[in-house]
């Protein structure tokens, strides 16, 4: 008889993968909390913070950070280096890499940036820049766009950015504060803020009334859909509770800084209308997702929300503050769900839409901040003095961000369905000296560009779409006779390129084919035409929907223009 002997199965002495650094560990504890005492540390929604804090702390994020933060987390290290690797303003170091130097200098290179000069800099910049000490990166929208060119030091805005003022500011370390104009309470509810949400909590203003009014005023979303408000209301109230409301403070659209003008210098109207918002939905929580650019907004709507808890207006943890880390992408609702959530913001697949299933897959308002902000004031002032407002048959008031070649540029509230000729003559003090109007974006990036031969077009929701355009969040780039129209499509298409998140194929590669085709000495129109067409109809989401636009709209309106600049044949 044979007797077969087998050797015992050998076991690992320990997990696979790279060993854990103890000391990481314990380091993460300090900085973060102890995660054995607060299980809430380890929630998934919390992975974006503690990536902040790590990069906060050490200016980068270290792999051996990242793998003791998967330990700590209890995630996989897919998870956290997927997640730390999608956003823009996080700075993962291999093990075999150097870390970056202590200062970053970041040059904003939106279209209004480059306008102003944004390259040129940029490259004096990198020539004057000392080795391994500082390293000069662009980047993308900051927000500033009526202060172009913009840079950003370390965490701090350099608007009207020259050599001198960057290289000041590198060697002294002093910085001009950011124009926030603190709005506190104690103002606000002297001047009777507050009233609406005291009256919707104490049962003297009803949720039909409330949306009756909102129906009669026409407030729709200002983030770019133009959804009407109320129906956003009742949609998400028909679902099953518990439900959740978030508000985007994500703006990266370029040239879009509305936004940013209202949080500055009115907090806690903004705060009164998310909250009379998360009421009329009976939201568990009020999550605000705020764009990492605006660092100077982040500390004060901490300082916001802590006197609201202070005085008892809200529950303490009841309004969520999250920072985004640099992804245009997340400014379409469902990504910035995802992101809330700690996950890369690729945009979901609908439906279903987030007011069936959203944050933490429960129904969710989501409203951008300017629409939140005008509720409370369209109650004070009357359903009725809002409607009322408008040109050319429109209805209400639209804040027109306007950069570029102006004289004023700026946040300009104006009535809804004024003509671009009328808001330059009437808000912004005409062209920039020397510039003859060429052409404008309506609606930002994705909104695409118009003659100056259709410069008296009414600008609001549904006047634009059969010139092929639309007004998305009213950001208004003016273009001039100076401007090249070959750069600023590159500008655009590379943009898109930059922020697609990649799920797709028609945009992650359309996009990047398009900038290809752009770059040529003369343009295939139709074979820019075709892959225009694929993009629009195939994408997912909006993203990849509209970057074809600023080509489109060349082709369309600016043939005469592009012939004599030989980018297309003539006839």
């Known amino acids: 008889m044979t007797v077969e002997i087998t050797q015992p199965k050998r076991r690992r002495g320990r997990a696979r993968g790279r060993e854990l650094a103890p000391l990481a560990l314990a380091g993460l504890r300090r900085l973060l909390g102890d995660e054995r005492s607060d299980p809430s540390l380890q929630r998934r929604d919390r992975l974006i913070e503690h990536l902040h804090a790590i990069q906060d702390a050490h200016g980068h994020l270290a792999m051996v950070e990242l793998r003791a933060l998967a330990a700590y987390m209890n995630l996989p290290m897919a998870a956290i280096y997927e997640t730390a690797t999608f956003y823009a303003h996080f700075d993962v170091v291999h093990d075999d890499e150097t870390p970056p130097p202590a200062v970053t200098v970041r040059v904003c290179d939106s279209l209004s940036c480059q306008l102003a000069g944004a390259e040129a800099l940029k490259a004096e910049l990198e020539a004057g820049a000392a080795p391994g000490a500082v390293r000069v990166v662009r980047a993308p929208c900051m927000g500033r766009c009526d202060s172009a060119p913009v840079v950003e030091v370390g965490h701090h805005h350099v608007r009207y950015a020259s050599v001198e003022g960057v290289e000041a500011v590198i060697d002294t370390g002093h910085f001009h504060p950011e124009t926030v104009l603190w709005q506190r309470l104690a ?66 659209e370029p040239g879009t800084f509305k936004d940013r003008f209202y949080l500055e210098r009115e907090i806690h109207r903004f705060l009164e209308g998310a909250l009379v918002g998360a009421w009329v939905v009976e939201a568990e929580a009020l999550y605000i997702y705020l764009r990492d650019e605006y660092p100077g907004l982040h500390r004060v709507l901490h300082k916001a929300i802590d006197e609201l808890e202070e005085a008892g207006l809200v529950a303490p943890g009841h309004i969520v503050l999250r920072r985004g880390a640099g992804a245009y992408i997340c400014g379409e609702e469902s990504a910035l769900i995802e992101s809330l959530e700690g996950k890369p913001g690729k945009p979901r697949h609908r439906p279903p839409f987030v007011a069936q299933r959203g944050l933490f897959d429960r129904p969710t308002l989501v409203n951008n901040v300017e629409t939140v902000y005008w509720v409370p004031r369209i109650w004070e002032q009357g359903a009725e003095w809002f409607a009322g407002q408008g040109r050319h048959g429109r209805r209400g008031l639209r804040s027109f961000s306007v950069s570029g070649r102006v004289k004023r540029p700026g946040v300009h509230l104006a009535p809804a369905g004024i003509t671009l000729r009328e808001l330059l003559e009437e808000y912004c003090g005409g062209m920039a000296e020397g510039h003859r109007l060429l052409g404008y974006l309506p609606g930002g990036a994705s909104g695409g560009i118009l003659p100056a031969s259709k410069a008296n077009i009414p600008l609001d929701f549904d006047t634009l779409q059969e010139h092929g355009c639309f007004i998305g969040s009213a950001a208004i780039v003016v273009l001039s006779d100076q401007d090249d129209l070959r750069a600023v499509a590159s500008n655009l298409l590379a943009f898109f390129a930059d922020e697609s998140c990649g799920q797709c194929t028609p945009c992650r590669v359309g996009s990047e084919k398009m900038l290809t085709l752009l770059e040529r000495d003369e343009w295939d129109v139709p074979q820019l035409e075709r892959l225009a067409r694929v993009m629009m109809d195939a994408s997912i989401c909006g993203l990849g929907q509209a970057a074809p636009n600023p080509v489109i709209s060349l082709l369309r309106d600016f043939r005469g223009e592009l012939a004599g600049r030989n980018l297309i044949a003539k006839g």
């Open 187 to 252: 103002d606000y509810r002297e001047a009777g803020g507050y009233r609406l949400l005291n009256a919707c909590r104490d049962g003297e203003v009803s949720v039909e009334r409330l949306i009756k009014a909102f129906e009669h005023a026409g407030l729709r979303g200002l983030g770019g859909a133009g959804f009407p408000l109320y129906r956003k209301w009742q949609a998400v109230r028909a679902e099953p509770g518990p439900r959740y409301a978030v508000i985007n403070a994500d703006e990266g």
